[in-house]
């Protein structure tokens, strides 16, 4: 079915129709009303639209997901049950950040030849070594979850102790930034044009985007919690704070100001040549007809659920969470569209 996965404030996740703006049916209920296989169900909805409601914690997500810990600890390679039963135990500890955000971003980088160390070459001299730039790039795409606080522009990571974290609220970024790295010589990105924006050696450009159902898993498990349960997470935790105190070491974080966004130049762009479409005949017929079977099943699920089931459907309209601000490191970027 065409539509979005919505994880509500209550610890339900609930299917939308794009059909119906007002209906959202918890997805339990959708799969117990088809008698669906487990695996296969759930497999249809990974590559969904996501939205998160105003009010949801990340123990809201992980009740949400409870249903299919199984199948997703597979995909994740994760315990994801002993996070759930993690976040039921009481803990009396304070929330570590303000929210936690979910932002896609896509690197470039320059590729370089790989060079071995020399016989004898000292680490110091290896990566100190002239750099020989070939003509590639390398193009990465990250899903991040990052915590942050209202006061401080640094990110910071989730990973650790799950009850400093499990009632913060979490929300997406609509903002994708496609950033190029490099020295000040980089001109892969002209900051003249209008939309090019230049943060100290990076230089980058933004636009809106939505979130798939396993973007939002890789975000959150893999990128943020990082480690396979709490568990190791904190066993990995107390070593590191072992090391801390053996070494003395002070982890000092640079909170170095800097000016971000560079002014906008607008450019006049000249159309002379207008484009004509010429539309044939039932053309749109097929797509027409897949809009009212979707339409139609719709109809028929909703009436299934709100006779055989238990959970709660949602009739109104889902307020979506929404970032305070938009960050990219510890840049605050311009949030205007």
Request: hydrophobic residues 35%.
């Amino acid at each position: 079915m065409d539509g979005a996965l919505i994880f509500c404030k209550d610890g339900i996740l609930r299917f939308r129709s794009h059909y119906d703006d007002l209906t959202a049916v918890p997805l339990l209920a959708v799969q117990e009303s088809l008698e669906e296989d487990d695996h296969s169900f759930l497999l249809r909805y990974f590559r969904h639209h996501v939205v998160i409601e105003d009010g949801t914690t990340l123990s809201h997500v992980f009740l949400a997901i409870e249903p299919w810990a199984k199948i997703l600890g597979i995909y994740l390679d994760m315990d994801v049950m002993a996070y759930i039963d993690e976040i039921r135990k009481p803990s009396q500890a304070e929330s570590l950040f303000d929210w936690i955000g979910i932002q896609k971003v896509t690197s470039i980088h320059r590729a370089y030849q790989h060079q071995d160390i020399k016989p004898g070459e000292n680490f110091t001299n290896y990566f100190n070594r002239e750099r020989i730039p070939t003509k590639r790039f390398d193009i990465e795409v990250a899903c991040t979850a990052n915590g942050y606080k209202t006061q401080d522009r640094e990110p910071y990571s989730i990973s650790g102790d799950i009850h400093t974290i499990k009632n913060v609220p979490i929300m997406i970024s609509d903002r994708q930034i496609l950033a190029s790295y490099g020295d000040e010589k980089n001109n892969l990105m002209d900051n003249n044009y209008m939309g090019v924006s230049v943060n100290n050696k990076i230089r980058y450009i933004q636009g809106t985007v939505v979130f798939s159902f396993y973007e939002i898993l890789d975000a959150i498990f893999k990128d943020g919690l990082f480690y396979t349960s709490p568990q190791v997470a904190n066993y990995n935790l107390e070593i590191i704070k072992k090391m801390s105190e053996n070494d003395g070491i002070n982890n000092v974080v640079n909170h170095e100001h800097v000016d971000g966004v560079n002014p906008d130049n607008t450019q006049e762009l000249a159309d002379d040549n207008k484009l004509t479409i010429e539309m044939a005949e039932g053309a749109f017929d097929p797509m027409i007809e897949h809009m009212q079977a979707e339409q139609n099943y719709w109809i028929y699920i909703k009436s299934l659920c709100d006779s055989n089931s238990e959970l709660p459907i949602r009739i109104g309209h889902v307020t979506e969470a929404k970032v305070p601000e938009y960050r990219f490191f510890n840049v605050s970027i311009d949030g205007k569209k």
